[in-house]
């Protein structure tokens, strides 16, 4: 499994460079997805198709690497979901265009 292979290389020189490795890719990700949030395209759009490449990406681990949360964790998930999808859509992007993404 990866989680033994993960253990194995703890404290290594190969977990290190993979540590090293797995932020710098997290750090152009993350510049690139705040370039395509703020770029000329409409930023419901985009964080849409930032979001949903995202899950493709994340479902494989999440479905067959790593274990399922114990059954009281359940409500938990819900209450997280419904808070950051409320129903109606009106709550905007974090980085939407307006006076406090103008700072950066």
Do not use: C
């Not at 152009?28 to 395509?36: K, Q, T």
């Not at 990406?57 to 808070?83: C, T």
């Not at 129903?87 to 974090?94: L, Q, R, T, W």
């Amino acid at each position: 499994m990866i989680s033994d292979w993960l253990v194995s290389i703890e404290g290594t020189e190969a977990g290190q460079q993979l540590a090293l490795w797995l932020a710098l890719l997290a750090a152009v990700l993350h510049a690139a997805f705040g370039a395509l949030q703020k770029g000329k395209h409409d930023p419901w759009m985009s964080r849409g198709a930032i979001d949903i490449s995202y899950g493709l990406m994340a479902a494989p681990f999440a479905l067959f690497v790593v274990p399922w949360p114990e059954p009281h964790m359940w409500p938990i998930f819900l209450g997280a979901f419904l808070i950051h999808f409320p129903p109606n859509g009106s709550k905007p992007p974090a980085s939407s265009r307006s006076a406090s993404a103008n700072l950066f």
